[in-house]
């Protein structure tokens, strides 16, 4: 029997609740040609029933037992008992994307590098799916054949388990993992500083699961034993730059042990127990001996805790620890002007008149007062744009003197604009007059001959005696991200949106391909539109998962006053014929939809979407949707329950969605889990269907909580998400673009402000 051609590596133990998800993550992929390893390491849970029944239905699956050593010798014992060309590891709670494998052995296939990695995002149920910040950068973009010399950033890339390697360079480098945990640090960088070339792949093919209850191995950072093990992985990696590593791989790790590893320990004196506390100082003594960097180019609270660390202030250590987790850095540390040097200002950290940190690590100068702004709302008054959002500087609560300036910007042209103060949260998590409301008369702007687009807005602020101007920015979840079209006459579009730097932008698309009408007619998709010029033919493009070409439907053309009218009927059948879900947690797809005419693919605005139009096919649902820059796009994945409209109504909330006949829901509650916990508390709703719809209502000040339970700092003393109970599971009701482009309402109840809004593309309602 010939070997396979990847070797997939999954150590488990007490997984029950999670095994399944991953193994059938593995089980689906494209690439078939593997062998998983399943290692249990004395897993004292169902986890082996799970285990068991995919070995019993897969040949490419089997069991190898062992008894509990932890995750480094478990995947020891997997790499030992692996026999394929290439070599991969899984954490048993966590997804790869049905491509992962594929993209990463295709990519060493043609390189010929040492291993490959892909990019990662990170998922939970209570906040949805988003980009790993560890991964962002490094793998912003897809390279072949580079290394961690010329891009030292790659000291970062500390996991194992998002990388496909070659077995023929591991066994010659003969890697082992520790028996520690973070123990794959040390094999990770080892890697990287013996690997020829490396390839990096953008596409996302890693999925790391964050548990609510806190219970993985890289969420109890705070436990001694846990900080031990960090400690003796970060001078196992010390050791390896020392022996191996450039200067500027060595001070790149240093500064990001700092900022990770340092930062950790420093944290867990908040909660360490008074008997562990000696015990921490010491670990914190031995990295500290170990790194060297300019501690005064850290953050300030970083470089106060260095200090007190040297110093072995436990006390100061742990004022700055809980100062940290009760959110005194939340917007920035408030700041006072210091009497004796006015043009300065001195920080409200704890141990300012008895720390052993310098002076100037407690003094801002005036330029640290940045001006921090953001865009909550967004939406067309007749030929008015209405912008709602909060604008404030850093570090400064606003003052009496609180003054607010707002002008449109065309080119070097500025135009005041008319503002209303109003009360919002503001950066520190409260509740405060930063908000504003404006409107601009884009139409009549447009019609200036000297303007410039896209259009922008530029704000001036006075708070406490600080000016500062700058451009209005921040696109928050809600209508700001999904801001509705508006047309310009009969040959442009309006669209706000965010441009370079995050910026609020309002751009002219002239002459735009546009969707006029689209309709579901049994299990087809008809899309209706109108082309700017003539064209002789015309098809759809719907894009699929690679290596399927995409699918393409003929349109019928019509002439019309110097026009071409198209209509495209789509099977939804055929869109699905072989795709697959790219998300392996939602399993969602999102597709490219393009109308290929005789000058070429042009994308197609859908400036008057309201709501989403699909239709169901074998309890999947493929659904036409917008883009935040009003552009459709279609969509298939699991047939649940989404919102069309959400919205308040005599101190109730009012969730107006869709609900399909595959998948029948008993009901609807708000959710809210508790922080570091499994465990929630629930808000039922009435629930009502009607002919596909339903309605979700529950009284507005239920949703107050008795107990302010924010799970981090900053965050909403009560973050509630929408969950449709169904059965096999309860799932986050998704929040459709056309009810985020009313959001978020603010509601006061029972004193407190009460959000609607959207976050993880699912319907929230959050407190402050």
């Known amino acids: 029997m010939s070997s396979p051609l990847l070797s997939v590596v999954v150590p488990y133990y007490g997984v029950e609740n999670y095994i399944a998800p991953c193994l059938e993550s593995i089980r689906v992929q494209r690439l078939q040609d593997i062998e998983v390893i399943l290692v249990d390491d004395g897993s004292p849970d169902a986890s082996v029933e799970v285990a068991r029944e995919y070995a019993e239905r897969d040949q490419r699956f089997r069991i190898v037992t062992q008894e509990n ?57 209570t906040s949805g799916v988003r980009q790993s910040w560890t991964h962002g950068g490094i793998c912003k973009h897809t390279v072949a054949g580079t290394d961690i ?73 705070f436990r001694y034993d846990n900080l031990l093990d960090r400690v003796i992985s970060a001078e196992m990696v010390l050791d390896l730059a020392d022996r191996k590593g450039t200067p500027k791989i060595r001070e790149t790790l240093h500064w990001y042990l700092a900022g ?10 908040a909660v360490v127990p008074d008997e562990d506390v000696d015990a921490l100082l010491q670990l914190g003594h031995r990295l500290t001996s170990r790194l060297r960097f300019d501690i005064a180019s850290r953050p300030r609270i970083d470089q106060i805790q260095y200090h007190a660390l040297r110093a072995s202030d436990v006390p100061l250590l742990r004022e700055l620890a809980r100062f940290r987790d009760d959110g005194g850095l939340v917007g ?69 003197d609180y003054e607010l300036g707002v002008s449109a910007v065309c080119g070097l042209a500025r135009y005041p604009l008319e503002v209303t103060r109003r009360r919002t949260r503001n950066l520190r998590g409260g509740v405060s007059e930063v908000g504003f409301e404006t409107r601009v008369d884009v139409a009549h702007l447009a019609k200036r001959s000297d303007m410039v687009w896209p259009l922008r807005f530029e704000v001036d602020l006075t708070n406490g005696g600080i000016h500062r101007v700058g451009m209005l920015k921040n696109l928050y979840d809600g209508s700001a991200r999904y801001a509705p079209s508006h047309r310009l006459g009969e040959d442009a579009l309006l669209q706000p949106s965010a441009s370079q730097g995050g910026v609020l932008a309002v751009f002219r698309v002239y002459a735009p391909t546009t969707v006029t009408e689209v309709r579901a007619e049994g299990t087809d998709l008809v899309i209706e539109g109108s082309i700017p010029d003539r064209s002789a033919v015309a098809s759809l493009e719907i894009g699929r998962a690679r290596p399927l070409p995409p699918a393409s439907f003929p349109a019928e053309l019509r002439q019309h006053h110097g026009r071409t009218e198209f209509a495209v009927r789509v099977p939804a059948a055929q869109v699905l014929e072989g795709d697959h879900a790219d998300d392996p947690f939602t399993q969602t797809s999102v597709r490219s939809v393009e109308l290929i005419t005789d000058i070429g693919p042009v994308p197609l605005s859908w400036p008057d979407h309201a709501r989403n139009v699909a239709v169901e096919v074998a309890d999947e649902l493929v659904s036409l949707t917008r883009t935040p820059f009003g552009l459709m796009r279609l969509t298939h994945g699991p047939a649940r329950p989404s919102a069309y409209l959400v919205q308040p109504r005599d101190g109730e909330v009012v969730v107006h969605g869709v609900v399909w006949q595959g998948v029948p829901v008993s ?57 449709a109970h169904i059965e096999g599971g309860d799932f986050p009701v998704a929040c459709e673009p056309g009810a985020a482009s009313l959001l978020p309402h603010e509601l006061q109840v029972a004193g407190r402000l009460l959000t609607l809004t959207t976050n993880a593309e699912t319907v929230r309602a959050q407190v402050r």
């Open 69 to 125: 050593a932890g995750l480094g010798p478990a995947r020891n014992t997997g790499t030992r008992n692996a026999t394929g060309r290439y070599l991969t590891f899984i954490d048993s709670d966590d997804l790869v994307s049905r491509s992962s494998f594929e993209l990463m052995v295709s990519s060493l296939e043609r390189s010929g590098s040492s291993f490959a990695l892909s990019n990662a995002r990170r998922f939970s149920r």
């Open 149 to 221: 010399f010329d891009r030292p950033g790659l000291v970062g890339d500390r996991m194992v388990w998002n990388k496909v390697y070659r077995r023929s360079f591991w066994d010659e480098y003969g890697y082992e993992f520790p028996a520690i945990r973070y123990e794959d640090y040390p094999v990770t960088l080892g890697a990287h500083l013996d690997a020829v070339t490396v390839d990096i792949i953008s596409a996302h093919g890693y999925y790391w699961r964050e548990r609510e209850s806190g219970d993985s191995i890289t969420q109890q950072v």
């Open 260 to 269: 990770i590893d340092l930062a950790a320990l420093c944290a867990a004196f």
């Open 332 to 400: 920035g540390v408030p700041l006072r002007r210091s009497w004796r040097t006015p043009w300065r200002y001195a920080a409200a950290y704890p141990g300012h008149d008895r720390s052993t940190a310098p002076e100037r690590t407690y003094s801002y100068p005036l330029t640290a007062l940045k001006l921090a702004t953001a865009v909550t709302h967004l939406r067309w008054d007749g030929d008015d744009l209405v912008i709602q959002g909060r604008v404030e500087l850093e570090h400064f609560p606003d003052a009496p």
């Open 667 to 723: 009901g609807m509650a708000w959710r809210r889990y508790l922080p570091g916990s499994d465990d929630f508390v629930e808000v039922a709703c009435e629930y009502e269907v009607t002919a596909g719809g339903f309605t979700a209502t529950c009284e507005s000040a239920l949703l107050i909580p008795l107990v302010d339970e924010p799970v981090v700092p900053g965050a909403p003393a009560a973050d509630w998400t929408l969950f």
